[in-house]
């Protein structure tokens, strides 16, 4: 067994996002923690499920089936590893990727928003997109419905870089309706998730990966939100990161909007009306 093979086990078998595992591995190391599980000295009625399936894993077969999957396993040992992950208060403790790892490291900017977008929305994503690809960002968004596709799609049509941060398996097309955008964001850019292959949405992984999207970027901008949606979460993930957010304003009256504005009057959100605004608020941002 090695720091590898402990780091897949434990990514394989814990929850990302859980916090006590998180600083369990990242104050010490996944061999450790590893050898800890295995030999008892944890609660074992509490943590009784976890032990009993790093217990029964092989990291081998574990890193076979990412490999199998056309994966690509990366850790925080790996030189690739995007450092400001690492300023998570719950750290991936590794990731599963598709794509150029190198375009984790380019300055990025996270878009996102609502999964029913107004036509409004819908350009502005994508012109917001290609304008910070045109000044040689990345684009980060989840690859969902809406919001999240338009961003892509911007990067993509300005032959941009563009990663999604998804919250399956890597080898399922979700949503389904999105493989083919899957598959451009491939040419150029970077699909990461935090679960294995194989691993099916549950509402709950949504709201961790998030914090991904957030931590992945050097600032978050909000486009159409409702006033109670996952995109906020986004935004509050990266404010606590002290990352600049900012938000488009649209129509008072309209349903979409209603979460911009209430970051907007909550002075959680900078309010922006076009590339050169949003592109000055993040340099000078402190």
């Not at 099916?200 to 992984?205: K, L």
């Amino acid at each position: 067994m090695n720091e590898r093979e402990a780091r897949a086990i434990l990514f394989a078998n814990i929850e990302g996002g859980t916090t006590f595992w998180a600083d369990q591995i990242f104050s010490d190391s996944a061999l450790v923690i590893y050898e800890k599980i295995v030999h008892g000295c944890y609660d074992p009625i509490k943590y009784q499920k976890t032990i009993e399936r790093v217990r029964s894993a092989t990291g081998a077969d574990i890193l076979e089936s990412i490999e199998k999957a056309n994966c690509r396993f990366i850790t925080p040992e790996d030189d690739e590893w995007p450092m400001q992950l690492d300023d998570l208060a719950a750290p991936p403790i590794a990731l599963t990727l598709k794509g150029d790892i190198s375009v984790l490291n380019i300055s990025s900017l996270a878009i996102v928003g609502t999964r029913n977008p107004t036509p409004y929305g819908s350009r502005i994503a994508e012109d917001f997109a290609a304008g910070f690809v045109d000044r040689e960002w990345a684009i980060v968004s989840g690859g969902a419905y809406g919001i999240d596709s338009f961003a892509h799609k911007g990067a993509v049509i300005a032959e941009g870089h563009t990663i999604a941060v998804v919250a399956t398996g890597l080898d399922i097309n979700y949503p389904a309706g999105n493989a083919r955008l899957f598959a451009q964001i491939l040419e150029a850019g970077a699909i990461i998730s935090e679960v294995m292959p194989g691993t099916h949405a549950i509402p709950a992984r949504f709201l961790t990966r998030n914090r991904l999207i957030a931590a992945l970027s050097k600032a978050t901008l909000v486009v159409e939100a409702a006033f109670r949606s996952g995109s906020l979460r986004t935004a509050r993930d990266a404010a606590e990161l002290m990352r600049p957010v900012m938000a488009i304003p649209g129509p008072i009256n309209s349903p979409t909007s209603e979460g911009c504005h209430r970051l907007i009057g909550e002075r959680a959100a900078e309010i922006v009306t076009s590339v050169p605004d949003a592109m000055e608020f993040v340099t000078n941002f402190q």
